[in-house]
């Protein structure tokens, strides 16, 4: 029977596994785990239900505190593709220390309050946790799980990414022209509240622009938003596409599908263009020359297509702006 995160932070048998790439999936751990030989419990981890990529660490619970000390000898720099792993003890925070280890990920609940299970285990397969669209950390107890249908952490979310690729609609949309993430928390409470009214299935990470949009106006972070439908991402498009934000316009367009043949670049991004590897099976439609197409319902509503009069306007205005201030467009002549 399995224990309680709190359970096996006490007992020294949780360890932290990192530096891996976000390619990496629960399975890979789970393999490496069972050719060396460890006896474990389970693999505690995040994957996004958009891009099918975890954080860049994960949790491992061992039956014993000796396997998982000797896990944190024998593993040391072990390869997981390509790559090595970093390992670090777990330990409970106290009321007047935090918990310390080898390593910081960013995840806050590293270590948990003494004690306190809520803190890091994860809702009962199959619940959704109050006030969460998906949660993404969960226990990966093996591979030959059987998945439900509404599961959550690791095996709902690898479910929902093959879903997507097979599906023959198209429920993505790309919302672009976001601030700053503060956390996954933050981010799902932001754009819950964008699409209120409409049913969202999952949204993934929101993820930094490209460096050479940085310096330019208004906000550039985005991320994929999945809905129960087309009809319902069309409807959801309509409503939010170029809806003033702090700092700028949403830009919300429907994701189309990546090219299969094209090799995915982890990382790599082309200014102003989401990396494959962070859209999963999915990029952003190539934008397309300002215009505004008639509704094909008859109801006289527009359809958002692109970029409007406007929003040009107002980039070729701040290019000129800059040129004129800089009194480069003196020199020459």
Known sequence: MQSSAADALGEGRRIYMGNLLYSVQPVDVETLLQTTSFSYDKIHISVDPISGRNPGYCFIEFTT????????????????????????????????????????????????????????????????RPGSLFQRWGDWTGDKHQTQPDEQGPYGALKHVDEAKMGADNRRLYVGGLGKMIDQEQNDAEIRALFNGFDIVAIGKRITPHPSTRT??????????????????????????????????????????????????????????????????????????????????????????????????????????????????????
């Open 216 to 333: 330019k106006p208004g906000n550039h972070h985005y991320c994929f938003v999945d809905f129960s439908s087309q009809d319902e991402a069309l409807r959801a498009m309509k409503a939010t596409n170029k809806v003033p934000v702090d700092g700028g316009f949403l830009r919300v367009f429907l994701a189309k599908p990546r090219d299969p043949e094209t090799p995915d670049s982890e990382g790599a991004e082309e200014p102003g263009v989401p990396s494959r590897a962070a859209l999963g099976s999915f990029t952003t439609r190539s934008p397309r020359p300002a215009r505004r197409q008639a509704d094909s319902s008859g109801d006289g509503g527009d359809v958002p297509v692109a970029k409007d009069d406007r929003e040009e306007k107002a980039e070729r205005f701040a290019r000129t702006k800059v040129i004129m201030e800089s009194n480069n467009w003196r020199r020459g002549n």
């Open 65 to 128: 505190r000796d396997e998982a000390e000797r896990a944190l000898v024998t593993l040391a720099g072990v390869t997981i593709q390509g790559r090595p792993v970093k390992l670090g003890p777990c330990h409970p925070k106290t009321n007047t220390n935090r918990a310390t280890a080898d390593f910081s990920p960013r995840r806050r609940d590293y270590a948990a309050p003494s004690g306190d299970a809520s803190a890091t285990s994860s809702p009962a397969r199959g619940q959704h």
